[in-house]
């Protein structure tokens, strides 16, 4: 599938701030199941070009905007060629080695509930592959689909003991459950298509990538209950959300910040 | 050549906090003088609380409930008076801390053993032993000068902290002269008399130019000479006259050694040709307090002018 | 225990010039001394600040006037084992950051290091100047015998105390000439331009004009301020805090009197978490946002490289000299200190069972601080530490209590023996410097083993003879 997406981030500062700078991994890396044909950056109008790749295989660029700083909007473009790997993730330029992603954060570390969660899963037995998948359905199941329940901060055991969130906190207790087994897990930012949705004004993704042996790193999204399919654009990788978080921001001044994200993502050639 | 930004405006107010502290030992000599004989109708503390005006700390001290003790301690040792002697040598300290690297060892040295010996400022002593505390506090100022002057090589962090100590020199006088200036209005003269020349006089004191006065004018005491002295004499080391006389000096030393004129340049080389045009009746005809004001502002952008001139 | 100084039959040789000068010298000369030097220290403003202890924030790190001795041969094994050392970790850190063949080979636990908070994901697969992420080593050794030395913990991040190293020997040499006159002593007053040229080795880019090099101090209030202006002085370069540097146009520039200039190599004296507020800890403000991705991006040099610290935790250092083994084929020069790891079973139960003669550490703690020596606590300290070791074994390794050795001291009671131990720094670029001293610091209470300045330890000037 050919994926046409808009992804534009608008910051405003009230009052004006002295300096905004603003760290990117708006760069979909490509690998088997994902290849952009046509990509951009643009910080307030100025295309900006990533500086290096991080052991993540992830494209970083840095920025900065100074003076009388009111508005910061970054936009993210392009089209994105993809194919249906079953989430398997393979051919991307990576240095992190699985062992790394075993490292609790302090927003994926597992309470005695995620622990016991995790051992569910392993109860029927069955392959590494099956007990992703059964670990995946169980969050799926036990975390409600809710807008506005949770908010960036929140931890995995909150999240898990609330049963409401959005997909950051259903890729966090999947995490956290899978490393409490010792299974590597790690965390991914990027865009999907709803075909629900109608295809405007939705937020980013996120879903979580699991290490299993003899097959390597696999998506599970437990906010859809799925592997990422074709509908799937991968934009970064780390251990959890603040680490893989697509923009980071440093604000000199102290104005108060307002935020508004807007994502539109539509198979191209169907675009309005 | 260049400098980080930051060691050019810690050495700038390093010697803007030392000419402080320096300052205000000469305006408590001052008040201590003024306040043995008050004026008809003033008592010692209104004479002190005239000095802290003078000083800039009006604000800091309440003025019916401060007891003569407490405005003294107020300007020596509180450390809650920014503008104290103490708090002046602790940021000049703090500056010169921070860019200890900048700074010669021996000036270094003087500095930080007079920031040592801050505990010997005792109440006790500041209230009992006030002359020699502002002579100690003088005499520090004096080492470190001499330390400084003696050690730290003539590049342009020299310069910026010279122009810090001008730029701060420059202020102190004209603002005694205008707390002062209705001591010195013509009118006054119409009283005569001691009180008055013992008033005069305590502006002298207040800037060692007592013996300067006698040398350069050599006969009796009088508002317009004292004006004189003080603005327009540039051989008079804290003039307001000399104290531009330097600054052009320093900035055109910065001017060399950078290849680059700014507008700081304009401004003081305009003053400086302005000191050399005016003639003291001139100042006594349109204003003492009109002519001070204006020189006051035009010292504060000056100041300004040379922090954006070198990113500080 | 064995005293440096005092041999079976009189003094040992490398002390007999320092013996025969004490005996000449006589106590009261020395005591006066001793005043002489406190007041140079002072006045030059040579200060350790000591937080959370109250008292003077700018305490003197006390001095004492008897050299610690070297002799030539000792130093040139030492040399060789701090070298040897120095070299072994950096391949280390390197290897940690890419494939990881240490690991695979199963010979350092791959939990050990990945898991490891001084471990930084954001280095995964960069490669840092010359291969070199710890460019300044310091060592800390002791000494058991005449013969024998130990390696008791690695400093791979940024090292303190030269400064001391070399204001010590300046005042020695200041105060008694005559002693270096009859004594053959290796200078060490060429180690700030060998940092120099160290830092300048590792600068992205060679030009016509020299590199320019900073250091990054967190600022006056830092305990090792003094030695940040220290060597910043030394070397000819600024000194700068965060808010003089800014990143911008793919570069790190310092704000000066003529307007931006381009940084090259960054000597920083701050810690990981803080360098970069848009990388690692936000709400940092010693760091510079941006600071990290021009380094990844080979467009300036830190030093030394972030996440060098998995190399010198204490659980890591037991496996250095199986590093020295994996990587340079060579068997160590100098051995460790024999280190029960809390975190393997059967070793945590050796711990717990005997509490009364190990001394206990926190596996990231540093300073002296979180630290149980058995044999002098008492019955409830050891309660408590054998509670937090159940609790979190694996931030806790224990060590024999070692008989360091000791070298005569002068006290308010006349000169007597007390424990020192000693820390070399070692400087790596394209080529391994090693400057003939080090800083010996001294426990002044009686018996004491705690030489940490921030615990009442002192400082002694530091000789390697030539001859």
């Known amino acids: 599938m050919q994926l046409a997406i808009r992804h534009r981030t608008r910051y405003r500062y009230d009052p004006a701030v002295a300096a905004v700078g603003v760290r990117l991994k708006l760069y979909p890396p490509t690998f088997a199941a994902q290849h952009p044909v046509a990509w951009t950056v643009a910080v307030n109008g100025v295309a900006v070009a990533p500086g290096f790749r991080d052991g993540w295989g992830d494209q970083v660029a840095t920025h900065f905007v100074r003076g009388e700083v009111a508005a910061v909007e970054i936009e993210a473009a392009g089209v994105v060629d993809t194919r249906d790997e079953a989430g398997v993730v393979r051919g991307l330029r990576e240095a992190v080695r699985p062992g790394m992603c075993l490292r609790a954060t302090p927003r994926t570390e597992a309470d005695s509930a995620i622990a016991a969660l995790a051992r569910e899963a392993l109860e029927d037995g069955g392959t590494q592959l099956q007990q992703a998948h059964r670990l995946q359905d169980l969050v799926t199941a036990r975390i409600a689909y809710r807008a506005g329940h949770t908010d960036g901060a929140t931890t995995a055991p909150v999240a898990l003991a609330s049963g409401a969130g959005v997909c950051q906190d259903h890729a966090h207790v999947v995490i956290a459950a899978a490393r409490s087994l010792g299974w590597p897990a790690r965390y991914v930012a990027g865009y999907c298509l709803h075909a629900e949705d109608g295809g405007d004004d939705v937020a980013t993704h996120a879903w979580a990538e699991l290490w299993l042996d003899g097959i390597g790193w696999v998506g599970f999204d437990a906010s859809n209950d799925l592997c990422p399919t074709d509908a799937y654009v991968r934009l970064c990788a780390g251990l959890d959300a603040f680490d893989a978080a697509p923009i980071r921001g440093h604000v000199e001044g102290a104005g108060a910040e307002a935020l508004d994200v807007r994502v539109a993502i539509h198979p191209a050639g169907a675009e309005q | ?312 | 225990m064995f005293d440096e100084m005092n041999g079976d039959d009189g003094a040992r040789p490398p002390y007999c010039g320092v013996a025969h000068w004490l005996d000449t010298l006589g106590l009261a000369t020395l005591d006066g001394k001793r005043r002489e030097a406190e007041t140079l220290f002072r006045r030059s403003g040579i200060t350790f600040a000591v937080y959370g202890e109250g008292g003077d924030p700018e305490r003197l790190i006390p001095f004492d006037l008897i050299p610690r001795v070297f002799g030539r041969d000792e130093w040139q094994r030492l040399a060789a084992g701090i070298v040897q050392r120095a070299r072994a970790l950096n391949a280390f850190l390197w290897d940690v950051y890419h494939r990881g063949e240490i690991l695979r080979a199963g010979v350092v636990p791959e939990a050990l290091v990945y898991r490891n908070r001084a471990f930084l994901p954001e280095m995964v697969g960069f490669d840092p100047p010359g291969r070199i992420y710890a460019h300044i080593v310091g060592i800390d050794l002791v000494r058991t015998g005449p013969g024998e030395f130990r390696v008791l913990e690695d400093n791979c991040r940024t090292p303190s105390g030269v400064s001391y190293m070399l204001e010590n020997r300046e005042i020695m040499m200041r105060m008694f000439p005559e002693l270096f006159a009859g004594n053959r002593v290796e200078p060490v007053d060429g180690y700030a331009d060998q940092l120099r040229a160290t830092l300048e080795d590792m600068a992205p880019r060679h030009g016509p004009r020299a590199p320019v090099c900073v250091v990054l101090t967190p600022g006056p209030f830092n305990a090792a301020y003094y030695e940040h202006s220290y060597l910043a002085d030394q070397m000819g370069a600024e000194l700068v805090e965060a808010r003089d540097l800014f990143v911008d146009d793919g570069a790190l520039w310092m704000k000066t009197t003529r307007g931006p200039t381009r940084v090259d190599v960054v000597y920083r004296r701050i810690d990981d978490e803080f360098l970069d507020p848009l990388v690692f800890r936000p709400d940092s403000y010693l760091g510079v946002a941006g600071l990290m991705d021009v380094y990844r991006a080979g467009r300036v040099t830190l030093v030394s490289a972030p996440g060098a610290g998995v190399a010198d935790d204490k659980a890591v250092y037991c496996y250095v000299p199986e590093m020295i083994r994996f990587y340079l084929g060579e068997a160590p020069v100098l051995e460790n200190v024999p280190t029960w790891q809390c975190a393997l079973p059967e070793h945590r139960d050796h711990v717990l069972t005997h509490l009364d003669e190990l001394v206990v550490k926190e596996v990231h703690g540093s300073g002296g601080y979180g630290m149980l020596i058995g044999p002098r606590a008492s019955a409830a300290e050891r309660a408590e530490f054998a509670r937090k070791i159940a609790h979190d074994p694996a931030a806790f390794i224990a060590q024999p209590t070692l008989s360091l050795s000791t070298v005569p001291t002068l006290t308010p009671r006349g000169i007597a023996s007390r424990h020192v131990d000693f820390r070399p720094f070692c400087l790596v670029g394209r080529q391994i410097r090693l400057t003939p001293g080090g800083l010996t610091r001294v426990a002044l209470r009686e018996g004491s083993l705690v030489v940490n300045s921030s615990q009442g330890g002192g400082v002694k000037d530091t000789w390697v003879l030539s001859e």
Not at chain 2, 27 to 44: D, S
Not at chain 2, 52 to 74: H, R
Not at chain 2, 101 to 126: C, F, G, K, M, P
Not at chain 2, 273 to 281: P, S, V
Request: net charge negative.
């Open chain 2, 1 to 312: 050549m260049s400098t980080l930004s930051r060691t050019a405006a810690d050495l700038f107010w390093m010697a803007r906090y030392l000419e402080r502290a320096e300052s205000m030992a000469r305006l408590v000599e001052m008040g201590a003088r003024v306040a043995m004989l008050p004026a008809r109708g003033v008592t010692a503390r209104d004479e002190w609380r005239s000095v802290a005006l003078a000083a800039g700390c009006d604000g800091y001290f309440d003025p019916e409930a401060s007891s003569v003790d407490a405005i003294i301690l107020g300007l020596v040792v509180d450390r809650e008076n920014p503008s104290s002697i103490a708090s002046c040598f602790e940021r000049a300290r703090a500056n010169a801390r921070s860019v200890r690297t900048a700074l010669s060892v021996q000036a270094w040295e003087s500095l930080n053993e007079t920031w040592l010996r801050l505990d010997e400022l005792t109440v006790s002593r500041v209230l009992h032993e006030l002359p020699q505390v502002v002579d100690w506090v003088k005499g520090r100022c004096a080492q470190f000068r001499g330390a400084a002057d003696a050690t730290l090589l003539r590049d342009d962090r020299f310069e910026f902290a010279r122009l810090g100590l001008l730029i701060e020199r420059a202020d102190t006088t004209l603002r005694l002269l205008d707390v002062k200036h209705f001591v010195l209005l013509p009118e006054t003269q119409v009283v005569g008399g001691d009180p008055d020349r013992h008033r005069w006089t305590s502006i002298l004191v207040a800037t060692s130019a007592l013996r300067a006065y006698h040398w350069v004018y050599r006969g009796d005491y009088s508002p317009e000479r004292i004006v004189d002295l003080l603005l327009l004499n540039g051989s008079c080391p804290r003039s307001y006259a000399f104290c531009y006389g330097e600054i052009v000096q320093a900035l055109e030393h910065l001017a060399r050694l950078y290849g680059a004129r700014h507008a700081c340049h304009t401004s003081a080389a305009a003053t400086l040709a302005a000191i050399g045009d005016t003639a003291i009746g001139d100042v006594f005809h349109t204003g003492l307090h009109g002519f001070l004001t204006e020189a006051i502002g035009g010292n504060n952008r000056l100041s300004r002018e040379i922090a954006t001139a070198y990113h500080f």
